[in-house]
Every structure is written in structure tokens, then in C-alpha cells.
């Protein structure tokens, strides 16, 4: 069973060399390989959450080479759950990216671009669940950073280079960071395995190890976007392609919680700056709410809503025992699947009326009823309504912090409360606003340029496929409008300089061809949406209702979790031996 382990970084690597092997040649062979690894990851994230739940954490040594020499992999209780939510979320987003036509675009490029991308980005997410040491945790934090940039900035538009070259440069004073705490950490123990650290970093001076703790906690605090350190993300993710946004919202930043959940309980027992997560949490749930309360657009709403959650996983962190372990793990879990939904159900909404400016939007409830359930319910889960998901994690969360009874655990308590609240008051003003209201006048005539790259000086472009993607899944014939140089709809001629984009305010025809920014192909607003698109956004809902119907489970299998970690004594002996 051990062998397992290294499966789920190793197939997605294997195949992206394949794909880059076989180039922008045989599409749907292309999709069918990308959608089996991927189905395969899942699988095997499955059988090792069962295995480490049953035997305890799996260890693999590859090479065979013992530490603090080898590459050590481990899956416990926690990994195991990581890493069986994040495979299905990913093959999710993956089918939805099928059905928008992200994989056509990609093969008109020299090389496929997105599924390698992806398949990569999976791989280095896979890589830091499973990281037995702080080396192979920081090699999965490039990874992910590089496919991340190349997955930010697809297409090449202004915009997206500009936010890419946030978060990379952001990313890489985070790398840095990390890479003179390894060299510290190193230098003091001599080791830099989990297992081994977890043993020998008991003997280090206590102002030494606080500073080791502080300079991680930092880093990931980075990555996991915790206030005061959370400013690039509204700006980043926003102007990404639907499911690049979805997965890297639902995704990326949990890799930064997780990375804090392992290093605190196993490396930094004792929580010496406990008081300090606090704050920080409570800080992003406050400050995370009330810019989402600010916000007009549907994506920024939903990039603030995901700071302020934030700060309930960093809650249960900071308090350290059991209870709180266990919440956060939950609500972790429950997060992914949550705001990659609502990410999804806003592309669905791009898609349709071409913008995601709550004040342009309206009417949705009555013309597309299935787009309301889809949102509805994972908007209400997100929000903490009993007795979905959203409200297990919470509850968990806050009965932890009542029985802490400190001053700041009730802080936190009330804290949570109150953005629950505010939560629930942004949803509910996105549902008046886009869904239950009468469409504003003129939202039936006109859509929206949705993203448009620059003409070139003769105004020629290529008309690329289908918009979809596939004969089967698209609802539009695409052509050109007629005239030559000017964009659709526009009226004005390439190069004017006039700013287009989602919530540019540019209107063209319902329905008309825009030059969009996938790699310069055409894009449709449509009111007839891609059933690829429709189907995974159904199942994404459906996995988040089915944490409700598996609550008792999920809660015992989060407690022998936090259990496990607390007692770090199972994860130990696993890699270094009994």
C-alpha cells in the first residue's frame, strides 16, 4: 500500500509529458487522457484516505534512501482527506473547463498550454499534501507556482499579465522567505524531515525556534492569503478564466492552511504565538466581510468572502486542541468544494449575460431557475445555515473557542458569529440583486464584452472553433461580424484604445461575437449554457450537500485526525520506523 503514495504526483507529471509529447494533435484523445488521470488521482487519494484511516500513515522513502537524505512522502488521516477533496474538485473544474472550450483555444497554441498547465498545478498540490519534509513542501509550492503564472495569464491579456505579475512577485518573496527559513532550520537541527524535527526541534533554544515559527507562519500565511497579507489576492484572481479562478480560489490558498496545520502541530507544539493567529484571524474575518460587504462585482465579492473565511481555518489552528483542529479541518474541506462552486455558478453567469456587475444583472430567479438553485444552495452553505456544511464547520469551530474561554477565543467566538451574519447578508444581497429582482432596462438587449485582446493594425483574427469547444457541447454557431477591423459590436476600430473587459461597460448585442481574451479566439454570451458546464456545477453542489449527509463521518473522521496530529507520535513512527 505504501507504494500508492507517490501515485498521485507521479501520473498528472507522467501524463503532461505525454501531452506536451503529442503537442496541439488528436484534441478529444487529449481530453480523454486529461479527465482519466485525473479520475485515476481520485481513486487513489480515496483508497489512501481509507488506508491511513484503517493502518495509520503510509510512509514511501523514494530511492530508498532513509532521512534526512531521501525524499520522504506521507499520508495520514489529513493528507488523505486533502488530498481526495482537492482531486475532486479539480476533475470538476476540468470538465467545466471542457465544456467553456479552454482546451480547443489551448490547441491552437504551438503546444498545448492549458492541460499541461493544469495537470502540473494538480501535481504540485498532490506534492504538498503529501511532502514529508520542508524541502519537498517547498518544491510543491513552485511547482504550483509556476503552472499558477501560466494559468493566470492565458491568453495574454493587459490585464492578466498585470495581476499574474502581482502574485508572482508576491510568490516569490514568500519563496524566499521560505528558503532562508529552510536554510535556518537546517543549519540549527541538522534535518530538515518532519519526523526528525519533530523530535529534535524540542532541543533548540526557544528564541530560535520562535523565530523559525514565526518566518513559516509567515510564509504561509502568504499563500493561504491571511490578513494583513492578503492584498494581492482581490486583484489576481478576479481577472483569470472562470475555472482557473474557481480551482485557484476553492484550491490554492487551503495549501497555505494546510502547510500551517501540519508545521504547527507537529514541528511547533505548545503555540507559542497563538495569540498572534488569533488576531490575524479575526482580523480577516472582519476586514475580509466588510470589503465584501463594499463590492459591486460578483468576483470581488467573492475573493473577499474567501479572505474573511480564511480566518475561521486560522481560528481553529489558534486554539490548538482537539476541537479546534477539528473544525478547521472541516471547515477546510468544506471551503474547497463551497467557494469553487460559487466560482463556477459566476462563470456560468458570465458566460450568460456577459458581465458579473451586480448592478447590470437581474431576473435570473425567473429566466434561468436551474443557475438559481445552483447558486442558492452553496451560497446558504457558505453563509452557515443550519443544517448545511458550512454550519457543522462553524459550529464546530466556536463550541472549541467557548470551552478555550480565553479572552481572545471569546473575541474569535463572537468574531465568527458576526461575519456569519454579514456573510449571509452578502449572499442575500447577490440573490436580490442578480437573481430575484426584475432585470434593469436594457440587461435584455445588451451583453457585454467579456474580455477583449487588442486587434492587430490589419484587424484580422483567426475565427478559431466552436466557443464550447466540441460539436456536442455548444449552443452557438460563432462567426465574425461583418466589417473589417472594427469589434463586434463596438462600432469602433482596432487599436482605439478604448478599456474593454468584464465590467468595462462596453455594450454590444446580446449574443454578439466578441474578440476574447482565450489566446485571441471569439467568445458568445449565450442563454442556452454548455451542459458540460451545467453538469459539473451540479456535481460541485452535490459534493458540497453530501458533507451535510455525511456530517456524523466526516466529524469522526476530522476528530481521529486532530487526534493523530496532536499526538504526532503515529506520524513518527510511520517514517522513521517503530
Known amino acids: 500500500m505504501n507504494a500508492l503514495v507517490p501515485l498521485p504526483v507521479l501520473l498528472p507529471l507522467c501524463v503532461t509529458g505525454l501531452k506536451l509529447a503529442i503537442g496541439p494533435r488528436l484534441h478529444r ?3 480523454f487522457i486529461s479527465i482519466a488521470v485525473l479520475g485515476a488521482v481520485l481513486v487513489l487519494s480515496v483508497v489512501l484516505m481509507v488506508a491511513a484511516d484503517r493502518h495509520g500513515p503510509l510512509s514511501v522513502h523514494l530511492g530508498d534512501f532513509a532521512p534526512p537524505v531521501g525524499i520522504t512522502l506521507v499520508a495520514d488521516r489529513l493528507a488523505g482527506l486533502m488530498l481526495t477533496v482537492s482531486s475532486a474538485v479539480t476533475l470538476l ?6 465544456g467553456q472550450g479552454m482546451a480547443d483555444r489551448d490547441d491552437q497554441a504551438p503546444v498545448g498550454v492549458f492541460h499541461p498547465a493544469y495537470l502540473i498545478l494538480v501535481a504540485g498540490v498532490s506534492c504538498t499534501f503529501l511532502a514529508g519534509d520542508l524541502v519537498n513542501l517547498y518544491v510543491g509550492f513552485e511547482i504550483m507556482l509556476v503552472a499558477s503564472f501560466v494559468l493566470l495569464t492565458i491568453g495574454g491579456t493587459a490585464t492578466r499579465i498585470r495581476a499574474g505579475s502581482t502574485y508572482v512577485i508576491i510568490s516569490l518573496f514568500s519563496s524566499v522567505l521560505f528558503l532562508v527559513a529552510i536554510a535556518m532550520t537546517y543549519a540549527v537541527a541538522g534535518t530538515v524531515n518532519f519526523a526528525q524535527l519533530a523530535q529534535r526541534l524540542q532541543e533548540v533554544p526557544l528564541g530560535v525556534r520562535t523565530l523559525l515559527e514565526a518566518m513559516l507562519l509567515t510564509v504561509f500565511a502568504i499563500k493561504a492569503a491571511v490578513f494583513p497579507l ?10 483569470a478564466p472562470a ?10 490558498t487551503k495549501v497555505g492552511v494546510y502547510s500551517m496545520l501540519r508545521t504547527q502541530t507537529l514541528l511547533f507544539p505548545g503555540h507559542r504565538l497563538g495569540d498572534l493567529l488569533m488576531l490575524a484571524a479575526l482580523a480577516s474575518m472582519v476586514v475580509g466581510i466588510l470589503g465584501a460587504v463594499a463590492q459591486t462585482d460578483l468576483k470581488r465579492v467573492l475573493s473577499f468572502t474567501l479572505i474573511s ?3 475561521y481555518m486560522v481560528f481553529g489552528i489558534a486554539l490548538a486542541g482537539g476541537g479546534g483542529i477539528s473544525g478547521a479541518i472541516v471547515y477546510v474541506a468544506h471551503h474547497i468544494t463551497v467557494q469553487t462552486t460559487l466560482f463556477l455558478v459566476t462563470g456560468l453567469i458570465e458566460r450568460r449575460d456577459g458581465t458579473t456587475e451586480l448592478t447590470r444583472l437581474g431576473g435570473l430567479a425567473k429566466t434561468t431557475p436551474l443557475l438559481a438553485v445552483l447558486f ?19 459550529l464546530g469551530l466556536m463550541r472549541a473557542g467557548v470551552a478555550d474561554g480565553g479572552g481572545w477565543a471569546w473575541a474569535l467566538v463572537a468574531g465568527s458569529a458576526a461575519t456569519s451574519l454579514l456573510t449571509l447578508y452578502v449572499m442575500a444581497k447577490v440573490w436580490n440583486l442578480a437573481f430575484w429582482r426584475d432585470a434593469p432596462p436594457g440587461a435584455e438587449e445588451e451583453g457585454v464584452v467579456l474580455e477583449s ?19 456536442e457541447t455548444g449552443d452557438n454557431e460563432e462567426e465574425r461580424a461583418p466589417g473589417s477591423g472594427e469589434r463586434p459590436g463596438s462600432g469602433e476600430p482596432p487599436g482605439s484604445g478604448r478599456p474593454t473587459g468584464s465590467g468595462s461597460g462596453l455594450p454590444v448585442p446580446a449574443g454578439a461575437v466578441v474578440s476574447a481574451g482565450f489566446l485571441g479566439q471569439s467568445i458568445t454570451t449565450t442563454k442556452h449554457l454548455p451542459w458540460p458546464m451545467l453538469v459539473a456545477t451540479g456535481a460541485a453542489v452535490a459534493l458540497g450537500l453530501s ?3 455525511l456530517g456524523g463521518p466526516l466529524t469522526t473522521f476530522t476528530q481521529a485526525a486532530a487526534t493523530e496530529l496532536l499526538a504526532r507520535t503515529p506520524y513518527i513512527e510511520a517514517v522513521l520506523g517503530r
Open 309 to 311: 473565511h480564511i480566518g
Open 29 to 31: 484523445f487529449q481530453r
Open 453 to 471: 485582446a487588442e486587434d492587430d493594425d490589419t484587424g484580422d483574427d483567426d475565427t478559431g472553433d466552436d466557443e464550447t469547444g466540441d460539436d
Open 376 to 394: 442558492f444552495v452553496p451560497a446558504m452553505n457558505l453563509a452557515g445555515i443550519p443544517p448545511l456544511s458550512g454550519f457543522i464547520g462553524k
Open 547 to 549: 458533507y451535510t449527509v
Open 93 to 98: 473544474v476540468l470538465v467545466y473547463s471542457l
Open 243 to 252: 475555472p482557473v479562478t474557481a480551482v485557484f480560489a476553492g484550491l490554492l
Open 230 to 239: 492578503a492584498a494581492w489576492l482581490p486583484d489576481s484572481y478576479p481577472t
